[in-house]
């Protein structure tokens, strides 16, 4: 999955999740635990059971584990395939002792819960499914076909035909159940996982980006001077050698690269932007450079800025950190991927909070989804795609996830509302009828504090 320019690992990837070791020492404790229960059924309850097929299917069991053990590394990762199979021998071997020993009226019968609960977690969707039926398959059979269970006085275990009834249907239930819920829990454990790696990764690269024009911006600030000395110096040579036509072609070459020189760092350094901004910078200004990617790709940004409540008129200078300018930038390009004709981006700032807000005159957010926005991988604008509004665009959510994760790692408190009904008829809406994203700060977890002037540039450390 590729979004923003982040490459994700599929989602849907199980392969090589599973390690043999982790199977071997489950099957381990579960050889243990059979063969003490049939060691007490055995001995203290005096049960006649066959002991001969019952230590045949543990056997069976040991001797697949030292085979795995001698035939394959301690780190060895199983494929989706080799893992159904190990968890289909488990269920089949346990299957087997159940038959021999009662079918049902064996009170460990459910532990056939066991390998499709570590299946749902661990493999696809279609393996778990296979393996719950035959799971389901083989716990019928046992309940109709069986070795009953037999006291020392050679008379048989009976139970009620409902009772019996009740212990199977409650195992299929519990096959059911514990598959569908062990699956949604991992799904979405693994859909959070890869999520936040998609965070951590945007977050990584907008602080490379900032970390390089740090280095640009000071490049140019310690540059000027010198370059702006070699000009001036090279213009005087040229007005002394005007009488030698060798050496100020020279002189010329030295002012024209300095120049050359001048021109490139501005570019790189987009022109103005000081070491201040790399830092800290007045509330317009972060929004608008958040917002400056996308506001060139056919849609009006509109910007507005001032005090509510009473607040100073001085627009207060906020730290311009990494997750923030991402942050915001992400809100805008939703708003603008979505918007008919215009977004606008609000600031507005009282004594204690600072407030950032996103309209557009969109759709809106779908009202049955709203409450769900911020989650990864979950479609939210819309119930078809929109190739047109979003070429390649899967509609997952991430974007969102990722502004929400990290302006909320800010400090910020983020609200996602409609400006109007989204049922209302496309004449009836005002102008601002699309979806409203609401940032609030509290004051000083967003202002910057006064420090005065800067200073010499810091060298970074490596």
Same mark, same amino acid.
């Given at each position: 999955?590729?979004?923003?320019?982040?490459?994700?690992?599929?989602?849907?990837?199980?392969?090589?999740?599973? #390690? /043999?070791?982790?199977?071997? !020492? $489950?099957?381990?404790? =579960? &050889? %243990?635990?059979?063969?003490? +229960?049939? *060691?007490?059924?055995?001995?203290?309850?005096?049960?006649?059971?066959?002991?001969?097929?019952?230590?045949?299917?543990?056997?069976?069991?040991?001797?697949?584990?030292?085979?795995?053990?001698?035939?394959?590394?301690?780190?060895?990762?199983?494929?989706?395939?080799?893992?159904?199979?190990?968890?289909?021998?488990?269920?089949?071997?346990?299957?087997?002792?159940?038959?021999?020993?009662?079918?049902?009226?064996?009170?460990?019968?459910?532990?056939?819960?066991?390998?499709?609960?570590?299946?749902?977690?661990?493999? #696809? /969707?279609?393996?778990?499914? !296979? $393996?719950?039926?035959? =799971? &389901? %398959?083989?716990?019928?059979? +046992?309940? *109709?076909?069986?070795?009953?269970?037999?006291?020392?006085?050679?008379?048989?275990?009976?139970?009620?035909?409902?009772?019996?009834?009740?212990?199977?249907?409650?195992?299929?239930?519990?096959?059911?159940?514990?598959?569908?819920?062990?699956?949604?829990?991992?799904?979405?454990?693994?859909?959070?996982?890869?999520?936040?790696?998609?965070?951590?990764?945007?977050?990584?690269?907008?602080?490379?980006?900032?970390?390089?024009?740090?280095?640009?911006?000071?490049?140019?600030?310690?540059?000027?001077?010198?370059?702006?000395?070699?000009?001036?110096?090279?213009?005087?040579?040229?007005?002394?050698? %005007?009488?030698?036509?060798?050496?100020?072609?020279?002189?010329?070459?030295?002012?024209?690269?300095?120049?050359?020189?001048?021109?490139?760092?501005?570019?790189?350094?987009?022109?103005?932007?000081?070491?201040?901004?790399?830092?800290?910078?007045?509330?317009?200004?972060?929004?608008?450079?958040?917002?400056?990617?996308?506001?060139?790709?056919?849609?009006?940004?509109?910007?507005?800025?001032?005090?509510?409540?009473?607040?100073?008129?001085?627009?207060?200078?906020?730290?311009?950190?990494?997750?923030?300018?991402?942050?915001?930038?992400?809100?805008?390009?939703?708003?603008?991927?979505?918007?008919?004709?215009?977004?606008?981006?609000?600031?507005?700032?009282?004594?204690?909070?600072?407030?950032?807000?996103?309209?557009?005159?969109?759709?809106?957010?779908?009202?049955?989804?709203?409450?769900?926005?911020?989650?990864?991988?979950?479609?939210?604008?819309?119930?078809?795609?929109?190739?047109?509004?979003?070429?390649?665009?899967?509609?997952?959510?991430?974007?969102?996830?990722?502004?929400?994760?990290?302006?909320?790692?800010?400090?910020?408190?983020?609200t996602f509302a409609n400006a109007t009904d989204p049922f209302l008829s496309p004449e009836d809406r005002p102008d601002r009828s699309g979806a409203v994203v609401e940032a609030v700060?509290?004051?000083?977890?967003?202002?910057?504090?006064?420090?005065?002037?800067?200073?010499?540039?810091?060298?970074?450390?490596?």
């Open positions: 999955m590729v979004m923003a320019g982040i490459t994700l690992p599929e989602g849907e990837g199980r392969d090589n999740w599973v #390690r /043999l070791r982790t199977l071997i !020492l $489950l099957r381990w404790m =579960a &050889i %243990a635990g059979q063969l003490a +229960a049939i *060691f007490v059924a055995d001995r203290y309850y005096a049960l006649q059971l066959p002991l001969g097929l019952c230590y045949l299917a543990v056997g069976a069991s040991i001797v697949a584990n030292l085979f795995s053990i001698t035939l394959f590394p301690e780190n060895k990762r199983l494929t989706e395939t080799e893992a159904f199979f190990t968890l289909l021998f488990d269920l089949a071997q346990l299957a087997f002792l159940i038959f021999v020993t009662g079918g049902l009226t064996n009170p460990f019968a459910l532990l056939v819960l066991a390998p499709v609960t570590i299946s749902a977690s661990a493999l #696809r /969707l279609q393996p778990t499914l !296979l $393996l719950g039926a035959a =799971a &389901i %398959a083989l716990i019928s059979v +046992a309940a *109709f076909w069986n070795l009953p269970l037999r006291f020392a006085d050679g008379s048989e275990l009976a139970i009620p035909r409902i009772f019996e009834f009740g212990f199977w249907l409650s195992i299929v239930i519990g096959i059911l159940f514990l598959g569908l819920y062990s699956r949604r829990v991992s799904t979405e454990i693994r859909s959070m996982s890869e999520a936040l790696l998609a965070t951590q990764m945007a977050l990584a690269r907008e602080q490379k980006l900032t970390d390089l024009g740090g280095v640009v911006a000071a490049a140019a600030h310690e540059l000027g001077t010198p370059l702006a000395t070699i000009k001036l110096v090279s213009s005087e040579l040229m007005e002394e050698l %005007a009488d030698r036509p060798d050496l100020l072609e020279d002189a010329r070459l030295i002012r024209d690269q300095a120049d050359r020189c001048r021109d490139i760092l501005r570019d790189m350094g987009r022109a103005g932007k000081d070491d201040l901004h790399l830092r800290q910078a007045p509330l317009s200004a972060a929004l608008r450079e958040a917002a400056e990617p996308h506001v060139a790709r056919g849609k009006r940004v509109e910007f507005s800025f001032g005090p509510v409540d009473g607040g100073p008129e001085r627009q207060p200078t906020i730290l311009r950190r990494p997750e923030i300018i991402h942050g915001l930038r992400n809100l805008v390009q939703n708003a603008v991927d979505f918007a008919r004709s215009t977004v606008w981006i609000e600031g507005e700032w009282t004594d204690r909070t600072v407030t950032i807000r996103i309209i557009d005159d969109g759709d809106g957010f779908p009202p049955h989804v709203i409450g769900r926005i911020g989650d990864p991988f979950v479609r939210f604008r819309r119930s078809e795609p929109e190739t047109t509004q979003r070429p390649g665009y899967e509609g997952m959510g991430l974007g969102l996830f990722i502004a929400k994760t990290l302006l909320e790692r800010s400090g910020a408190e983020l700060w509290a004051m000083e977890a967003l202002a910057a504090r006064e420090t005065g002037a800067l200073g010499e540039n810091r060298r970074f450390e490596t």
